[in-house]
């Protein structure tokens, strides 16, 4: 009952407010950052992207990974999950003069699975790809090979480890803080969003209400703050149609929590990605490899579209 009574003084308080915007001349309160559509395309499509190291990838993601969205990137154990989320940490901090966003990252790692040595050696990759496709341009940017240096690019990844869905909780809404006092940060990476909450939480019902409100404060935070977010995902299996079939963790219900998801499997030997929700985007799938420089395109692209239902 006392739910009840606090929820209807909240709805009350929203009505007043309204009803104190009538007769005003300048929108305030509920309405204030109304813009037109034109606005709305005109932003989208000035924004850069974070290349994931792929190139078919970033094709089938429409440039790459987007900022103000949030994105599900899931798979099976080993197939590169965490290597695509490394991969973007150090991606986003690519300088503008190379054509990225000179960003920073934060990495929340709930699995234990974020292995510095592995950074360190995606963030050779990174700058050896740069030295590659930029060979005279370093010299003159005002970053120079002053920023080009792997120690630089794992001091601009803010590492949170995280041992429960409690601690989980309480750094997802710190974070809006920190983001307001670090706004060079264009990326955060959750990796996995899911463990904690498969691992601890019994009441199915509450765990589907705390993640519902995680998901909203991330989409706010990512509109806000102008930020990616990379939401990592498990896999678990479904009974359908008389069969045990794969499908991402946590239902149905989680997949209405991002704009984008990709999934991420084995076609024999060979590891494909699949895009399997976009709001822009046709379905599409690729193949891409792991090499010991990260994230990156595959020789081979004779790759099966199969979704993962």
């Given at each position: 009952m006392n739910t009840e009574i606090q929820e209807a003084s909240d709805i009350l308080k929203v009505i007043e407010s309204a009803n104190k915007l009538k007769g005003a001349e300048e929108p305030s309160g509920v309405l204030r950052g109304a813009q037109n559509a034109w606005d709305l395309l005109s932003d989208e499509q000035s924004q850069k992207h974070i290349t994931t190291g792929s190139g078919d990838l970033n094709s089938i993601l429409g440039g790459g990974i987007h900022c103000k969205e949030v994105t599900e990137i899931g798979g099976?154990?080993?197939?590169?999950?965490?290597?695509?989320?490394?991969?973007?940490a150090i991606n986003v901090q690519i300088p503008v003069e190379y054509g990225g966003l000179g960003g920073k990252a934060v990495y929340?790692?709930?699995?234990?699975?974020?292995?510095?040595?592995?950074?360190?050696?995606?963030?050779?990759?990174?700058?050896s790809d740069i030295m590659e496709y930029f060979p005279y341009r370093h010299d003159?940017?005002?970053?120079?090979?002053?920023?080009?240096?792997?120690?630089?690019?794992?001091?601009?990844i803010y590492y949170?480890?995280?041992?429960?869905?409690?601690e989980q909780?309480?750094?997802?809404?710190?974070?809006?803080?920190?983001?307001?006092?670090?706004?060079?940060?264009?990326?955060?990476?959750?990796?996995?969003?899911?463990f904690h909450f498969r691992q601890d939480f019994?009441?199915?019902?509450?765990?589907?209400?705390?993640?519902?409100?995680?998901?909203?404060?991330?989409?706010?935070?990512?509109?806000?703050?102008?930020?990616?977010?990379?939401?990592?995902?498990?896999?678990?299996?479904?009974?359908?149609?008389?069969?045990?079939?794969?499908?991402?963790?946590?239902?149905d219900s989680w997949s209405h929590s991002c704009t984008n998801r990709l999934i991420l499997y084995w076609n024999g030997n060979e590891r494909c990605a699949y895009l399997d929700k976009s709001p822009s985007l046709p379905v599409a799938s690729t193949p891409y490899t792991v090499t010991n420089k990260g994230v990156r395109d595959t020789v081979n692209s004779n790759c099966k579209r199969v979704r993962v239902m």
């Open positions: 099976v154990p080993g197939v590169g999950k965490t290597q695509l989320g490394i991969q973007l929340i790692d709930t699995e234990g699975s974020f292995m510095v040595e592995r950074v360190y050696q995606i963030a050779e990759g990174c700058i003159k940017a005002s970053s120079g090979r002053e920023h080009l240096q792997p120690e630089r690019f794992l001091a601009d949170f480890r995280v041992c429960s869905y409690t909780i309480a750094v997802i809404n710190y974070l809006e803080k920190f983001l307001g006092e670090h706004k060079d940060v264009r990326i955060i990476i959750i990796d996995s969003v899911t019994d009441d199915l019902a509450l765990r589907t209400r705390v993640l519902s409100g995680l998901s909203l404060k991330l989409m706010k935070l990512s509109k806000t703050y102008n930020v990616a977010v990379v939401l990592l995902n498990q896999v678990t299996t479904k009974f359908t149609e008389g069969s045990f079939q794969l499908t991402l963790a946590l239902g």
